[in-house]
């Protein structure tokens, strides 16, 4: 069983920064992709980034360029830092870790940590 803790969402101005973090129960990131994902209201959770265990990035297309996915292997961590940020940004963000193994799908998700972006 892993368990994901994300941390460092808030209010924060439009254009402004946020860094959210992601701390894992233990070490899984050779094994795992681990991905941020979000869900504004009314709306489907949708990926916002993904890092594969080989250290492959992969974006969505709305966020490329101002979002930069990254993990710490030595804190279990993976971070999402969120650059210019617009009101389209406001979500709940959720972590995910996922692998496929012997035919079975380990998926894990955190809590969510919110994001408001507003003047």
């Known amino acids: 069983q892993v368990q994901l803790v994300e941390s460092g969402g808030g209010l924060v101005q439009p254009g402004g920064s946020l860094r959210l973090s992601c701390a894992a129960s233990?070490?899984?990131?050779?094994?795992?992709?681990m991905g941020w994902y979000r869900q504004a209201p009314g709306k489907q959770r949708a990926l916002v980034a993904a890092?594969?265990?080989?250290?492959?990035?992969n974006y969505a297309d709305s966020v490329r360029d101002r979002f930069a996915i990254s993990r710490d292997n030595a804190k279990n961590t993976v971070y999402l830092q969120m650059n210019s940020l617009n009101a389209e940004d406001t979500a709940v963000y959720y972590c995910n870790a996922y692998r496929r193994a012997y035919q079975l799908n380990y998926n894990y998700w955190g809590q969510g940590t919110q994001v408001t972006v507003s003047s």
């Open positions: 233990t070490n899984i990131f050779s094994i795992y992709t």
């Open positions: 890092l594969t265990p080989a250290g492959t990035t």
